[in-house]
């Protein structure tokens, strides 16, 4: 077993959840032959607050853009995805196994009052993981792509995210 399948099984264990592939929504839809790496269009991200824990906002994030977090001082933006992500243990560099998405990851990029403040990153099918400094953390439930089908999480996380949602923004 590779260290990069280790890693990544390492990260779902700790988080709780178990290691799998995303599914699309429509199991029976394939990825249109040579369609080439999977190209975000949109991801939906649930956010929730270390301090405040009753905290949550939901917004459908396109890559580069910058959005508020509810009322906050916070500001993100998805900078980075990775459609099949895994970590190198020896030189700690985020890549992609594939250029199919069976372990979606997000790099997101958060500001405080305009000044950069944290980097982290959100995984579909996985619940919300803080950093030993992050006061916020992301939760990808749905995934839409350019040349691929939705995906849509089916995972224990997102029943539960899924009645506390409002409006998305």
């Known amino acids: 077993m590779s260290r990069r399948i280790v890693v990544v099984a390492a990260l779902a264990i700790l988080a709780g959840a178990p290691a799998r592939a995303a599914a699309p929504a429509n199991p029976s839809a394939a990825p249109a032959s040579g369609a ?11 956010i929730f607050n270390r301090v405040f824990t009753g905290f949550h906002d939901k917004v459908v994030a396109v890559p580069n853009r910058e959005y508020r977090v509810g009322d906050t001082e916070f500001t993100f933006r998805v900078a980075r995805f990775e459609p099949d992500f895994t970590l190198d243990l020896k030189t700690h560099r985020v890549t992609s196994r594939s250029g199919e998405p069976r372990n979606p990851a ?19 099918n996985m619940p919300p993981h803080y950093g030993i400094r992050e006061e916020l953390a992301f939760v990808a439930t749905r995934i839409e792509f350019t040349n691929r089908p939705v995906l849509a999480s089916s995972d224990s996380i997102a029943m539960r995210i899924e009645p506390r949602e409002g409006a998305a923004r």
């Open 106 to 124: 997000f790099e997101v990029i958060v500001s405080r009052k305009g000044a950069p403040h944290d980097t982290c990153w959100a995984f579909f």
């Open 36 to 46: 080439g790496p999977a190209r975000l269009k949109s991801v939906t991200l649930h």
